[in-house]
């Protein structure tokens, strides 16, 4: 069994984003594969193979850029950092930068929630300023924005859930040949595609079963998923 990467489900209301670790992406779906991350000092998009969602309400990564302090100062107030370094936002530039663990330059936001348009995070630095995600000019980044600039979007959080386990499941050829042999399963999620099918004179195959007879269905015939991997272990 071996760690592929942790689990984070999505925040739906202000009462459940309390301190922990997060990642952060922009609110649509469909910005869901560009979440928030560090290149170089400058905060911006990162890149979309470094993520994999599972469904509209969890995330799974082992990518340590992409995951966030978020701490809860007071009600409605909060701060984002990593590795003890805080995000800064303190100008009128749309860029923001990861700073150090000093008081003077860490960035506080005002965070309220909406079900249709996420969490906005207004700075405390200039209150007419929010940090959102942006598509202005092809930048699709991160920063520090007016609340009604255009092609923006709001903030989702996912909040870490547990470590997920990828678990071997070995694949019976039944005396025929050529199959994929294995595969890494996760727990909860679709049985993983594509695998080769095996082949054997004078039959056809079927899919894959947890038992001989009577067994549970985990691959059709042809070969596709047919359930969420449900064991825990290999």
């Known amino acids: 069994v071996n760690v592929v990467g942790d689990t984070y489900e999505k925040v739906t209301s202000l009462a459940n984003l309390v301190t922990g670790k997060y990642v952060i992406v922009a609110n649509t779906v469909d910005k869901a594969m ?15 193979e470094d993520v994999t969602v599972t469904g509209s309400n969890t995330i799974n990564t082992d990518d340590a850029n992409l995951v966030w302090d978020v701490t809860k100062v007071s009600n409605g107030v909060y701060r984002i950092s990593q590795n003890g370094n ?12 990861e700073e150090g663990n000093s008081t003077s330059t860490r960035t506080d ?5 909406a079900s249709a348009t996420g969490f906005a995070l207004q700075n405390q630095w200039n209150t007419n300023r929010y940090f959102k995600y942006s598509t202005n000019n092809g930048l ?5 924005w007016g609340q009604s600039s ?5 903030i989702r959080f996912f909040k870490f859930k547990e470590a997920s386990v990828k678990y071997t ?19 909860g ?4 595609t594509p695998i080769t099918k095996p082949t054997k004179t004078g039959y056809q195959f079927q899919g894959y079963f947890d038992a001989a007879s009577g067994g549970t269905c985990y691959y059709k015939n042809d ?12």
């Open 109 to 113: 936001f005002n965070v309220t929630y």
């Open 34 to 48: 560009t979440p928030f991350a560090v290149q170089s000092a400058t905060i911006s998009a990162w890149g979309s």
């Open 223 to 234: 070969g596709s998923s047919n359930r969420n991997f449900d064991k825990n272990a290999n």
């Open 150 to 154: 255009g092609n923006t979007q709001n």
């Open 86 to 97: 805080y995000v800064k936002f303190t100008s009128e530039s749309n860029n923001g930068q």
């Open 140 to 144: 699709n980044t991160f920063g520090n």
């Open 189 to 192: 999620l679709p049985m993983p």
């Open 169 to 187: 499941v070995t694949l019976d050829d039944n005396e025929g040949t050529g199959g994929s042999g294995s595969v890494q399963a996760i727990n």
